[in-house]
T-cell receptor, first 116, second 116 residues
Framework: DGGITQSPKYLFRKEGQNVTLSCEQN?????MYWYRQDPGQGLRLIYY???????QKGDIAEGYSVSREKKESFPLTVTSAQKNPTAFYLC???????????????FGPGTRLTVL | AQTVTQSQPEMSVQEAETVTLSCTYD???????LFWYKQPPSRQMILVIR??????QNATENRFSVNFQKAAKSFSLKISDSQLGDAAMYFC?????????????FGKGTKLSVKP
């Protein structure tokens, strides 16, 4: 089955530690995205990547880092510089977002990160 | 910058009745896409319906339909014959057409409860 997987589903981190959230897709999509969701908030963009070895900061990139070494994978690292990392993190992918096609974004099931 | 506003944090509807969720947005662009996403308790984001701004006809998907008022920058979602499974968070989202950035801009969401 084609889709997006995120692991782990729940993640606990001690203050001061870096942690990496996994996102894998087998949809052959070029573009991938990381969003953060807080209670009472919509989703906010952290980073996005349109092609392998290239990525761009979103609205709330501070304290986060990403890599895109493979088309299928777009891991997100939450660093100790992120002041308030406890949140729900969603990964998404789509075909290349150019042109006039609406390029539906498909979402993974999410990872709940809690800082202890 | 584009913004999306959902003015109803919570809504409630009786099973089999009709409910309308409101969404307004702000943009200076003339070409864009609008979406409604559903997030059930599982937290998986599911695309409910989409609307291309250049289309005057309102989109419809089974029991879900939109009222798209481009001049007023309004994009409401109507759910007919509400079912218990419709209970979820509903997010309105905006995406620019074309360009190099394909991310979605989300509203803060409306929590819909369905009473049996």
């Amino acid at each position: 089955d084609g889709g997006i997987t995120q692991s782990p589903k729940y993640l606990f981190r001690k203050e001061g530690q870096n942690v990496t959230l996994s996102c894998e897709q087998n949809l052959n999509h070029d573009a991938m995205y990381w969003y953060r969701q807080d209670p009472g908030q919509g989703l906010r963009l952290i980073y996005y990547s349109q092609i392998v070895n290239d990525f761009q900061k979103g609205d709330i990139a501070e304290g986060y880092s990403v890599s895109r070494e493979k088309k299928e994978s777009f891991p997100l690292t939450v660093t100790s510089a992120q002041k308030n990392p406890t949140a729900f993190y969603l990964c998404a992918s789509s075909t290349e977002p150019t042109g006039t096609d609406y390029n539906e974004q498909f979402f993974g099931p999410g990872t709940r990160l809690t800082v202890l | 910058a584009q913004t999306v506003t959902q003015s109803q944090p919570e809504m409630s509807v009786q099973e089999a009745e009709t409910v309308t969720l409101s969404c307004t947005y702000d943009t200076s662009e003339s070409d864009y896409y609008l979406f409604w996403y559903k997030q059930p308790p599982s937290r998986q984001m599911i695309l409910v319906i989409r609307q291309e701004a250049y289309k005057q006809q309102n989109a419809t998907e089974n029991r879900f339909s939109v009222n798209f008022q481009k001049a007023a920058k309004s994009f409401s979602l109507k759910i007919s014959d509400s079912q218990l499974g419709d209970a979820a968070m509903y997010f309105c989202a905006y995406r620019s057409q074309g360009g190099s950035q394909g991310n979605l801009i989300f509203g803060k969401g409306t929590k819909l409860s369905v009473k049996p």
